[in-house]
């Protein structure tokens, strides 16, 4: 791709309905969710919101003040932030999934414990497995961390890594960009996520690439069907996700 040109999302104008329904299943329970001890503090929980049948997902920590105000992810000064980055490369946010790892505030935006993000993560988990995203981009540290364990963000961000296919996404390459609250507070940081963003498009073509690759090995393309929702209680998060990575 030559600079300036838009990389078109591969998302047809109409999603199947079927995923749509599925996606708003999943923010149904969300929305009356009382799995974890933030229930208690929100005003509204906050689902996620975007295009059903979108490549890419971006995967926040979890709702601000305005967030749960609102029930919608990324709506503050952080969100207006994604969305420039977005703008950089010609995307809009409505093509795009943005959810959050919980999907309640924390209460004072205190990072979530361990055991909040244990409680939450089936309903990431499912809703990847729905959305089947060639590309997570995840951003800030602790979403991170659930996709590229162990990684530190000074070194991870604005680079390629598969994702382990535990966390719902079967198929998928992770992105790690900083978050954007982190940008709002310093400089430094919001110009390397500007340049991290310019990335994106050329990671989704890789995370395509590189999919293509692995379905004509297994001689089957991975479509959302062939992963169904597992019912309500699913059972426990794989253990390898209940620990978060904390830098
Ligand atoms: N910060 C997040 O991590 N998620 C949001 O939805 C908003 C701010
Ligand atoms: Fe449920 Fe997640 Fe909200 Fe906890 S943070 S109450 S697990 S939706």
Redesign the pocket.
């Known amino acids: 791709m030559t600079s300036g040109e838009r990389l078109a999302l591969d998302a047809p104008a109409q999603a199947p309905a079927s995923r749509a329904a599925a996606l708003e299943a999943i923010a149904a329970e ?1 929305r009356t ?7 208690a503090g ?1 005003t509204r ?1 906050v ?1 996620g919101e975007g295009h059903p049948d979108t490549e890419v997902v971006f995967v926040g920590e ?1 709702p601000g003040m305005n967030e749960d105000r609102q029930g919608r992810p990324f709506v503050g000064r952080a969100g207006d932030l994604l969305v420039r980055f977005l703008a950089t490369i010609g995307w809009r946010r409505e093509e795009v999934f943005i959810t959050n790892v ?3 505030r924390p209460p004072d935006n205190r990072d ?1 414990e361990p055991d ?1 993000v244990a ?2 993560l089936p ?1 990431l988990q499912r809703q990847l497995q729905i959305l089947d995203p060639a590309l997570v981009v995840t951003l800030g540290r602790h979403s991170m961390g659930r996709f590229i364990p162990g990684a530190r963000i000074t070194q991870a961000h604005g680079t390629l890594h598969p994702v382990d296919p535990t966390t719902g996404a079967t198929s998928a390459m992770v992105y790690a960009m900083y978050h954007p609250a982190a940008a709002l507070r310093a400089p430094e940081v919001e110009r390397q996520s500007y340049d991290d963003a310019t990335g994106i498009p050329a990671a989704l073509l890789e995370a395509r690439r590189r999919r293509t690759t692995a379905s004509a090995v297994a001689g089957a393309p991975a479509t959302a069907e062939a992963f169904p929702t597992p019912p309500p209680d699913a059972g426990p998060v794989d253990p390898a996700l209940d620990a978060p990575t904390f830098f």
């Open positions: 969300v969710c009382t799995r974890c001890r933030l229930h929100r929980a689902p979890g919980v999907k309640c979530p909040e409680a939450c309903y």
